[in-house]
């Protein structure tokens, strides 16, 4: 019993780790640049106390969540999908103009337009992983490539065609895709909210993604841990000779994550596109790197990424009052949030490293010391 | 057969050369059709220059630290800092400066990707994840502490410094009429391009463009090509540092400090992605630090080293291959050599089929040929390719010489792998 709680204490102790560091080396980063540290995170602090401001964290926290999940379902199986970024953007851009030129009744509508982007995401990491088995390609190589030609080649594509398209039509030149009816937007979790708290001001509303998220959230928990599919994913990720023997295909479990991951990254820019109602010609960038931060900070659990995701965005959104309060560069968070990842991953490995020692440790105390 | 046998036989530089005078040749042919000679200009190909020069020193940068067996992809974040930190540099201490203080900040970037992979044994693709967002996010907070406060008058913002000065340029001497020690030598390329020679002026017209009025960095750029080359292969130094990509157990085995060599691979990595950096925030390129002016060039450089086959001759071929799309919409007002590019790509596509065949190899052929039809479709089709093609087309290249190549690209065996003193 208590190896478990010596156990348990390691592996919290790695993220506060990361967390005291990244908060000391950015307080020194703040004293050098002649700012109070004490006043900024004060005034953050405060910020996100506020009730609109918790919205908008849990609107920002729900995407980065999403991409998160997208991301642990390739690292468990060893994948690193890189592409997430791409994913979520092509995604994004076909969803909400498919959403904007169909016309159905409310829910099978939302459906439609999550299910869009659930395939255009698993179509475009499927490349990488068809790529991976028939030639072998490293889906880290791969991915960045379609990242590259699906922002810069696809979706300027996409909009300009798109683009056009509706400026036949309207007399006002738009900038992004056709906007899509009241009933493929997914309502707002604003009014559930009410019935707990004080009337959400200042034209806040709480993401219905949120939902989406949780379910995703909760799907993946199930799946990884408590199904035959998981087991072979997880198996595979840790020793795919040992799984191959045990009659699990190597090939096809590589393929299904990586079709699997695109899905749930397919989902992580519908949060923006049901917000504003279309795919703007310049959409939230950057989601799909961040979720991998997520996914890492998180060790690739349901409850960590959310954790995860809640700081992040917490950090993300809060940054906004020091620009007004004049307190600090807000620009400082970007360099919090990194590096709360790498300090994250090398406590994780030192911390790592330590279980290992003692398992071998226990272990040939249990063989009567012949190993050692 | 004999043709392939010979060409096994050729060294490396003559057989690239090759390459380069077929491809020349085709291009030549190709633009006939299209009406327009900027395929083979010397404004084509001197811009080729300048926006190859960044890829290759990247590429370059991620050669030093995959033969000492870590992957570098903060090539970009570390790129990134060398935009800020040269063009910081420059405005602070000169334009020299600027160059080293791009440098060494992308050395920073390496220092740190080296002591999270070889000291921790962290994943290198996470290092390297974690390095790309902490590379802008340090840029952006020291713009928003000095080029928004200190250079503000100047113009200088969150996201832009001001105007940064730059090192002067350099014109080869005889090859293109440059001054040695004060006298004008003759232009003996020059020469030959105003006689309008069918093919011998074009190709010395392309020469001539890559060796006059280019800027020092270039000219070091590439230096370092036969010089990394020579110092990997042919010192003690490269094969203490290639062991360590190669068989780090055995070189530990031999006595070697295998620590060191990665340590030292990847933060001469981070100064040249930084090098990259400083010269994309020169005036040869942008002449601005501006946020997100790397536009992924540290990732093509990452191509670039694949391109290449982990070899320095290659990673050039790469830059150069990479470089050519941009060069060519900068010159391409009516869209003609665009047009025609997509041509020499039907073309090129025909002979990886013509490859494929020949080794008997059925499922490449036809997917050659289908890439073939496809971009020869494109071609009849369109009257121009759209302008968001030549940016794209580094990436492209790249997945199709995956494609049909992996087999044949032959990456440092220990590339990748955590590798921990004691445990072989």
Redesign the interface.
């Known amino acids: 019993m208590k190896s478990l709680g010596r156990r348990i204490s390691l592996g919290a102790a790695a993220p506060l780790m990361a967390l005291v560091f990244a908060i000391v080396s950015s307080s020194i980063?703040l004293l050098l640049?002649g700012s109070n540290p004490l006043r900024a995170y004060s005034d953050m602090l405060n910020h996100a106390s506020k009730l609109e401001t918790m919205v908008d964290i849990l609107n920002r926290a729900t995407p980065l969540f999403i991409s998160g999940i997208a991301a642990a379902i390739g690292f468990r199986m060893n994948l690193?999908n890189?592409g997430v970024e791409g994913q979520y953007l092509l995604a994004a851009l076909v969803a909400a103009e498919v959403g904007g030129v169909v016309h159905l009744p409310a829910p099978l509508h939302v459906a439609l337009i999550l299910l869009v982007g659930m395939t255009v995401g698993a179509a475009y990491s499927g490349v990488a992983g068809v790529?991976k088995v028939t030639?072998?390609?490293s889906e880290?190589?791969?991915t960045?490539?379609?990242n590259?030609?699906a922002i810069?080649?696809l979706i300027?594509?996409g909009l300009?065609a798109w683009q056009a398209g509706g400026a036949v039509s309207g007399s006002v030149t738009r900038v992004g895709t056709t906007p899509i009816p009241k009933s493929g937007r997914i309502p707002n979790l604003n009014r559930f909210v009410e019935l707990f708290t004080r009337h959400i001001g200042r034209d806040r509303q709480l993401t219905g993604m949120l939902v989406i998220a949780i379910i995703v959230g909760v799907a993946y928990h199930v799946l990884l841990n408590r199904s035959r599919f998981g087991y072979d994913l997880r198996a595979s990720g840790a020793n795919p000779f040992a799984a191959q023997a045990g009659g699990v295909s190597p090939k096809r479990m590589i393929l299904t994550a990586m079709l699997l991951s695109g899905a749930v990254a397919g989902l992580v820019g519908m949060t923006e596109i049901f917000s504003s109602g279309l795919f703007p010609s310049n959409p939230i960038q950057g989601l799909g790197?961040?979720g991998?931060?997520v996914a890492?900070l998180g060790r690739n659990s349901a409850i960590g990424a959310a954790i995860a995701a809640l700081i992040f965005a917490f950090l993300d959104i809060s940054s906004g009052i020091l620009q007004n309060t004049g307190s600090a560069?807000?620009?400082?968070v970007?360099?919090m949030?990194?590096?709360i990842?790498?300090a994250a991953?090398?406590a994780y490995?030192?911390t790592q490293?330590i279980r290992d020692r003692e398992e071998a440790k226990a272990a040939s105390a249990a063989l009567g010391g012949v190993l050692a | 057969m004999i043709v392939v046998n010979y060409l096994k036989n050729m060294p490396v530089w003559a057989r690239w050369m090759l390459y380069a005078i077929v491809g020349v040749i085709v291009l030549n042919i190709v633009q006939g059709f299209d009406d327009t000679s900027l395929l083979t200009a010397q404004g084509t190909t001197r811009a080729m220059l300048r926006w190859g020069v960044p890829i290759l020193l990247a590429g370059l940068g991620g050669l030093f630290a995959e033969r000492s067996g870590v992957?570098n992809?903060g090539l970009e974040g570390m790129m990134v800092l060398g935009t800020w930190f040269g063009a910081w540099g420059a405005l602070q201490f000169g334009a020299w400066w600027g160059l080293f203080f791009g440098a060494l900040g992308g050395a920073m970037g390496g220092l740190?990707h080296a002591v999270?992979t070889v000291q921790?044994?962290?994943?290198h693709?996470?290092?390297g994840?974690?390095?790309?967002?902490?590379g802008?996010?340090?840029a952006?907070?020291l713009?928003?502490?000095i080029f928004n406060k200190k250079f503000k008058s100047q113009g200088g913002s969150?996201t832009q410094s001001p105007r940064v000065p730059t090192v002067g340029r350099f014109t080869f001497p005889f090859l293109a009429g440059g001054n040695l020690f004060g006298w004008k030598t003759p232009d003996i390329l020059g020469w030959f391009v105003k006689k309008h020679w069918f093919f011998i002026s074009d190709i010395t017209g392309i020469v001539r463009g890559l060796v006059s009025n280019m800027s020092w960095v270039t000219v070091f750029a590439l230096a370092m090509i036969p010089f990394s080359a020579w110092l990997l292969w042919r010192t003690r130094f490269g094969l203490r540092l290639r062991i360590s990509g190669e068989r780090p157990g055995a070189g530990e085995a031999q006595g070697i400090n295998i620590y060191f060599y990665k340590y030292v691979g990847v933060i001469v990595s981070g100064a040249l992605a930084g090098l990259a950096g400083a010269f994309i925030a020169s005036q040869e390129l942008s002449g601005v630090y501006k946020e997100g002016e790397t536009?992924?060039r540290g990732?093509i450089g990452?191509?670039a080293l694949?391109f290449g086959n982990w070899r320095p001759l290659g990673i050039f071929g790469g830059a150069m291959l990479f470089g050519y799309p941009f060069a060519l919409k900068l010159q391409d007002l009516d869209g003609k050599a665009s047009h025609a590019l997509l041509l020499v790509t039907t073309i090129a596509m025909f002979a990886v089929m013509v490859w494929a065949l020949l080794r008997r190899n059925a499922s490449d052929t036809v997917l050659a040929a289908v890439f073939g039809i496809a971009a020869l479709a494109w071609y009849l089709l369109a009257k121009t390719p759209?302008d968001?093609?030549a940016?794209?087309l580094p990436?492209?290249i790249?997945?199709v010489v995956?494609?049909f190549f992996?087999?044949r690209l032959r990456p440092p065996a220990a590339d990748g792998q955590v590798y921990r003193k004691g445990e072989v």
């Open positions: 980063v640049a690193f890189i790529l030639r072998g390609i880290v190589i791969s960045i490539m379609l590259a030609i810069s080649g300027v594509a300009k790197f961040a991998i931060a890492l560069s807000r620009e400082i970007q360099i949030q990194a590096l990842i790498l991953v090398v490995q030192v490293r | 992957v992809i740190l999270a921790f044994g962290v994943d693709v996470i290092s994840v974690a390095i790309n967002i902490l802008p996010g340090t952006r907070f713009s928003s502490e969150i536009t992924g990732f990452l191509a694949i759209p968001w093609w940016q794209i990436y492209v790249v997945v995956l494609i992996t087999k």
